[in-house]
């Protein structure tokens, strides 16, 4: 039976793709304020810059590819049972292969109902006013705004707890609940963190190995020392 692989991706992953991070610019992501374009109070103040904003989100994401990075992972499904859980909401780790992906802050590729966040429906051009659900009600970014719950954080926590491996590539572990999640692995697994600058993780109980990297080098080392392990 395949070993059980649990990683938990952030922006940085994705950065080495071309798709920027708001974190790097004082809070700015691509020139606006996040509590203009990634907030419930954003989008009722000003509806079409939110869904503007997203339309040239979703275009950029048609000109970018997976980085090595994402395609080792992927390629790991040859050896283990790997499950990514991401704070990105670009497609990156489907295109690469990656076969089970939970997003935890939604999809860019998705829209959803303003009324019924279980109608859900791929969406890759851009969204208008007047784009409906089947009651009526105009459609919004699939996306968890800041400040609203997180919908898959259970099932997050369920599979972190199965792990026998736990990866954590490319964030800063500020961002909650979804930095909260390392809490759950078993205490007896080994934890690889993954970042260039990475954050300290306080009252962690489990082994932990850094490797101070991008995500492109840092997985590869990351593949070698799973197969040491294993």
Do not use: C
């Not at 707890?161 to 007896?188: M, N, R």
Request: glycine share 6%; net charge negative; aromatic share 8%.
């Amino acid at each position: 039976m395949k070993k059980k692989l649990v990683v938990l991706t952030g922006a940085g992953i994705s950065a080495e793709s071309g798709i920027k991070t708001f974190r790097d610019a004082g809070g700015l992501w691509e020139g606006h304020n996040i509590m203009d374009v990634a907030t419930p109070e954003g989008w009722r103040k000003n509806p079409k810059l939110v869904m503007d904003f997203y339309n040239q989100r979703r275009q950029q994401l048609q000109e970018v590819q997976p980085n090595l990075g994402h395609q080792i992972l992927a390629e790991l499904e040859n050896d283990f049972e790997v499950f990514i859980i991401t704070q990105n909401v670009d497609n990156l780790h489907e295109k690469s292969g990656s076969s089970t992906v939970l997003h935890l802050h939604g999809e860019l590729l998705k829209v959803r109902s303003t009324k019924n966040s279980n109608y859900i429906l791929d969406w890759e051009t851009d969204l208008n006013f007047g784009d409906f659900d089947d009651k009526g009600n105009q459609l919004r970014p699939h996306i968890v705004w800041f400040g609203e719950e997180v919908p898959a954080l259970e099932e997050a926590v369920e599979i972190t707890q199965q792990a026998d491996f736990l990866a954590v590539i490319g964030t800063s572990l500020q961002v909650y609940p979804a930095a909260g999640l390392i809490e759950f692995a078993k205490p007896e697994i080994p934890v690889f963190y993954i970042d260039p600058k990475p954050a300290s993780i306080p009252n962690l109980r489990n082994p932990l190995e850094i490797i101070p990297m991008n995500a492109t080098e840092g997985v590869a080392v990351l593949k070698q020392r799973l197969f040491d392990l294993s």
